[in-house]
């Protein structure tokens, strides 16, 4: 089992920046990806970015890339979310997830989530 925990959401205006952490426990993750989804009202929920744990290689939807960035700590089990220069549209609730799949872009390739955090940006 591995256990998620998301922080960092809030209410922020347009153009300001916020970090999202993610804590694990559990299960190790040095063979596995950790990606990042978001999902706004009314929509489906959609893949922003993921890193490979081991080797830290990230990947980015093209909605977000050169705005946010993801990285991790392996000490801290954590994985984070910068993200810059907000818009509105951003606004989401923004969910963390675990894949044993290698550059795993697909809701279905995550196999353990957490609860979400919200993020609204004001214009």
């Known amino acids: 089992q591995v256990q998620l925990v998301e922080s960092g959401g809030g209410l922020v205006q347009a153009g300001d920046s916020l970090r999202l952490s993610c804590a694990a426990s559990g299960r190790t993750l040095s063979s596995y990806a950790m990606g990042w989804f978001r999902q706004a009202p009314g929509k489906e929920r959609e893949f922003v970015a993921a890193?490979?744990?081991?080797?830290?290689?990230?990947y980015y939807a093209d909605s977000v890339r050169g705005r946010f960035t993801i990285s991790r700590d392996i000490a801290k089990n954590t994985v984070y979310l910068q993200l810059t220069s907000l818009k509105p549209e951003d606004t989401a609730v923004y969910y963390c997830a675990r894949s044993s799949i290698s550059w795993a872009r697909q809701e279905s390739e995550y196999d353990y989530w957490g609860q979400g955090t919200q993020v609204t940006v004001s214009s």
């Open positions: 890193v490979r744990w081991g080797i830290g290689m990230t």
